[in-house]
Each structure stands twice: as structure tokens, then as C-alpha cells.
Nanobody, 114 residues
Framework: QVQLVESGGGLVQPGGSLRLSCAAS????????MGWYRQAPGRQRELVAY???????DYADSVKGRFTISRGNAKNAVYLQMNSLKPEDTAVYLC????????WGEGTLVTVSS
């Protein structure tokens, strides 16, 4: 089992920045990919970005050039640096890990509004 805990969400004005963090614990040796999804009210959950155990990254087209995913040295944490935030980035952001199973955090709310 893997436990994921997110932090760093909040209210930010358009054009601002936030950094999300996700800490993994438990059977982290099994994890080969970690990432972030988001879900806005009334919309389907969508992949935002992921990073694999060998450092490969990928991003949704809507966030390319604005968001950066990275991981901690111990590979038990993943971060999402979000710059140039837009109101349409408002959503609950959920940490995700793939290993022996699919694991999810409870999510952290990001609100982009003036």
C-alpha cells in the first residue's frame, strides 16, 4: 500500500503561482510513476502531468510551458510548480502513483480568481 498526501493548494490571482507537494509513504519501492490529475466541478478528471522513475515527464497541452513537475531526491515526493495560473486552472488537484496498484491522494483545492 502507498499513501499520498498533498499540500500547497489555495487561492491565487490570475497570473500568480503556486507549488503543490505530494508526499508518498508505505510501499514506495513499487512506484514507477507519479503525477497530478485535476478535477473541476462538472468536469471529468484529467491528467495534468506525470514523471516516471527514470525522469521522463509529460504534460497536458493546456499546461505546457506553465507547469513543471519534479520529484524529490528520495523519490518519495513529487511537486508541481504552477506559474501563470488562469481561472480555468481552478480544480481539485490529486496526486497519483502507479505501482503494484493505482493510488490517489485526497486532493488539494486550487482556486484562481481575482
Amino acid at each position: 500500500q502507498v499513501q499520498l498526501v498533498e499540500s500547497g493548494g489555495g487561492l491565487v490571482q490570475p497570473g500568480g503561482s503556486l507549488r503543490l507537494s505530494c508526499a508518498a509513504s508505505g510501499s514506495i519501492f513499487s512506484i514507477y510513476r507519479m503525477g497530478w490529475y485535476r478535477q473541476a466541478p462538472g468536469r471529468q478528471r484529467e491528467l495534468v502531468a506525470y514523471i516516471t522513475s527514470d525522469g521522463t515527464t509529460d504534460y497536458a497541452d493546456s499546461v505546457k510551458g506553465r507547469f513543471t513537475i519534479s520529484r524529490g531526491n528520495a523519490k518519495n515526493a513529487v511537486y508541481l510548480q504552477m506559474n501563470s495560473l488562469k481561472p480555468e486552472d481552478t480544480a481539485v488537484y490529486l496526486c497519483n502513483a502507479l505501482g503494484g496498484d493505482v493510488y490517489w491522494g485526497e486532493g488539494t483545492l486550487v482556486t484562481v480568481s481575482s
